[in-house]
């Protein structure tokens, strides 16, 4: 059974930063393409960023380029989600997710039905 485990989330005022971990774990020699999605109260779950299993590749939601960078740490399965100048819009809880080496095509990391394993969440609150 593969575990996902996000943690790091917090309150902060606008244009402050926070960095949130994920880490997946249970499954032995594997590697996890990683995604971070976010859904606010009312609203959906939408993508913020992905990183593939060999951490050659890194996509951003438009909405946070710029501000927002993802990262894994080398070997292992554990991603960062580091973000500067936090908006109020930022607000949600924060999920992580994730896929055995994949995904292999098109923009299908942008999807939540592409991943397999999901962390619990970790709210973000920015105030004005």
């Known amino acids: 059974q593969v575990q996902v485990v996000e943690s790091g989330g917090g309150s902060v005022q606008a244009g402050g930063s926070l960095r949130l971990s994920c880490s997946a774990s249970g499954r032995t020699g594997v590697r996890f393409a990683m995604g971070w999605f976010r859904q606010a109260p009312g609203k959906e779950r939408e993508f913020v960023a992905h990183i593939s299993w060999s951490g050659s590749n890194t996509y951003y939601a438009d909405s946070v380029k710029g501000r927002i960078t993802i990262s894994r740490d080398g070997a292992k399965n554990t991603v960062y989600l580091q973000m500067n100048s936090l908006k109020p819009e930022d607000t949600a809880t924060y999920y992580c997710?994730?896929?055995?080496?994949?995904?292999?095509?098109?923009?299908?990391?942008?999807?939540?039905?592409?991943?397999?394993?999901w962390g619990q969440g970790t709210q973000v609150t920015v105030s004005s």
């Open positions: 997710a994730a896929i055995e080496y994949g995904p292999s095509s098109g923009d299908s990391y942008r999807y939540p039905r592409t991943y397999d394993w």
